[in-house]
């Protein structure tokens, strides 16, 4: 693999530094339950309205709860409920997260505050590009106790439009002082690696920690990973020469 100078790794946050479905299934299965209470045809119409299938309790690539923002989510969900206001579902889905979802916390790697502070520690900037709200990913990552691994955080509230667009790598790069071609953008749905083939960023990684497989993300992806434990081997055995510097 060619040699390629990255300064900054931006992250995607669901599905990339927390392992998707141990996290979130939790967080959506007591969201349909209060929205559904009792109407498990209603309830397995919202499932399938947000790309998740109650049964088997997966979530699919394109699921909007993957690669959607919470706006988007309540705007699926209020498809099917006639008279729901999509603000108020939002926030219920929110409340939902809150409640659930910090407690059932899953990092995609065995020590995530390790491996990030092992990348600080060779120079690299750090950042997270998520489409979850910025206030609700600060809160997670220091709930992960990584939050100061962190230069930047920005969510789909944070003014810099959403992925497959570029703007959220763009920002990282004004933010650290990098170009975008010094910044590899890591992810689990085409969504983030979209958003890297947009920006010109340096790489497009992929990992196998949310609903996406390997074909799928194969088709914008440089390389696609188990998982963000692979990428210190990566970055370091592979593209460097040498350790970069601030």
Do not use: N
Not at 5 to 11: A, K, N, Q
Not at 26 to 50: K, T, Y
Not at 195 to 221: M, S, Y
Request: net charge negative; glycine share 14%.
């Amino acid at each position: 693999m060619k040699r390629r100078p990255i300064r900054g790794v931006l992250f995607d946050k669901d599905g990339t530094l927390f392992d998707f479905a141990a996290t979130w299934r939790a967080a959506v299965e007591a969201l349909l339950d209060a929205l559904a209470p009792g109407d498990a045809a209603l309830r397995l119409r919202l499932g399938g309205a947000i790309g998740y299938d109650p049964h088997s309790g997966r979530f699919a690539a394109g699921s909007p709860c993957v690669a959607g923002s919470g706006r988007q989510v309540a705007e699926a969900l209020a498809a099917h409920l006639p008279g729901a206001d999509p603000r108020a579902l939002e926030a219920q889905a929110l409340a939902a997260e809150a409640g659930l979802g910090e407690a059932t916390l899953t990092p995609a790697a065995e020590d995530l505050g390790g491996l990030l502070g092992g990348l600080r520690r060779r120079g690299l900037r750090l950042g997270v590009a998520t489409h979850d709200s910025e206030s609700a990913a600060r809160r997670h990552l220091r709930a992960a106790g990584v939050h100061a691994h962190f230069d930047f955080v920005a969510g789909y509230d944070s003014g810099h439009g959403l992925k497959p667009g570029p703007g959220m790598v763009f920002a990282f790069a004004e933010a650290t002082g990098l170009a975008p071609a010094e910044i590899a953008m890591v992810g689990d749905s085409l969504h983030d690696l979209g958003a890297a083939r947009a920006a010109g960023a340096a790489l497009a990684i992929g990992v196998l920690t949310g609903p996406a497989d390997e074909e799928e993300l194969g088709a914008l992806a440089d390389i696609v990973l188990p998982s963000i434990a692979a990428i210190p081997a990566l970055l370091f055995s592979e593209l460097f020469d040498e350790a970069p510097t601030a």
